[in-house]
């Protein structure tokens, strides 16, 4: 059992910058990944970020080069450092724990990007 709690989201101008925390707890393997996913409002929840423990990370084509995602030096904490943010940047982003048979999820944290 692992429990991914999110925190970090918020109303932000566009332009502007957040940075979304997630911790992981419980049975965590010395080797796995974590990861972001988000969903846009009346949209499918898509993939953001991922981040192995080895450090090797991935990226959506579209966001790369705006967000940024690192682990903290306790390594059950990753983050998402998302820069120059948009309105469709707005969603709910949720932390992911990927397992066998099914992923762990955080319950999201909400990003309004907004004037």
């Known amino acids: 059992q692992v429990r991914l709690v999110e925190s970090g989201g918020g109303l932000v101008q566009p332009g502007g910058s957040l940075r979304l925390s997630c911790t992981a707890s419980g049975s965590i393997p010395s080797v796995y990944y974590m990861g972001w996913y988000r969903q846009p409002p009346g949209n499918k929840r898509e993939f953001v970020a991922s981040?192995?423990?080895?450090?090797?990370?991935r990226y959506a084509d579209s966001l790369q080069g705006r967000f940024t995602i690192s682990r903290g030096n306790a390594k059950n904490t990753i983050y998402l450092q998302m820069n120059d943010l948009q309105s469709e940047d707005t969603a709910v982003y949720f932390c992911?724990?990927?397992?066998?048979?099914?992923?762990?999820w955080g319950k999201g944290t909400l990003v309004t990007v907004s004037q």
């Open positions: 981040i192995h423990s080895g450090g090797r990370t």
């Open positions: 992911n724990f990927p397992w066998d048979p099914e992923p762990y």
